[in-house]
């Protein structure tokens, strides 16, 4: 049974910084691409940032280039996603997702969802 743990959200002010962990369970976790989504209320799903199962090839959504930093530890079956100079609008609940195969931006192409952890950045 394949799970993901999100942690790590919580309330923070603009411009401070959270790190959000996924723990993953129940699969060759080295095998997956990984994924960070997240949706604030009344909107759809969106990608933040997606890394790839081999070679260390990151990607991420414009909106927090520069700011995030999305990184995974194989050998602890972890993802991890620093943010730094968070801003309101990036107020939302963060899913972390798996897809065997290379990283996607799009939420439908991931086979495996965590529980979402809320993140609240306050002006």
């Given at each position: 049974q394949v799970q993901l743990v999100e942690s790590g959200g919580g309330?923070?002010?603009a411009g401070g910084s959270l790190r959000l962990s996924?723990?993953?369970s129940g699969l060759t976790f080295s095998s997956y691409a990984?994924?960070?989504f997240r949706q604030a209320p009344g909107k759809?799903?969106?990608?933040?940032a997606a890394?790839?199962?081999?070679?260390?090839?990151?990607f991420y959504a414009e909106p927090v280039k520069g700011r995030f930093t999305a990184s995974r530890d194989n050998a602890k079956s972890a993802v991890y996603l620093q943010?730094?100079?968070?801003?309101?609008?990036?107020?939302?609940?963060?899913?972390?997702a798996a897809r065997l195969g290379s990283g996607a931006?799009?939420?439908?192409?991931?086979?495996?969802?965590?529980?979402?952890?809320q993140v609240t950045v306050s002006s």
């Open positions: 309330l923070v002010q996924c723990a993953a990984m994924g960070w759809e799903r969106e990608f933040v890394l790839n199962w081999i070679g260390g090839s990151t943010m730094n100079s968070l801003k309101p609008e990036d107020t939302a609940v963060y899913y972390c931006l799009k939420a439908d192409a991931y086979d495996y969802w965590g529980q979402g952890t």
